[in-house]
């Protein structure tokens, strides 16, 4: 199988609408593929690049950061 992966930089991803996460928080990844400020029971992904605030749907994360 060809793709392409990323492993830095900053992008936009599916967020749970109602977490939050300062800019330069941790942001994780939940067993359902979205971004999240909670690390219990998520992985580590990166840092919030903006505050991600009550109802986005997207959040801006620098990975591996």
């Given at each position: 199988a060809k793709g392409v992966g990323h492993c830095a930089g900053?992008?936009?991803?599916p967020a749970v609408?109602?977490?939050?996460g300062?800019?330069?928080a941790s942001a994780y990844v939940t067993s359902g593929g979205n971004v999240t400020g909670t690390a219990t029971d998520n992985t580590y992904i990166g840092k919030f690049w903006?505050?991600?605030?009550n109802g986005q749907t997207v959040a801006q994360v620098?990975?591996?950061?």
């Open positions: 900053v992008w936009e991803l609408s109602a977490a939050t300062a800019q330069g903006e505050a991600k605030t620098k990975l591996n950061a």
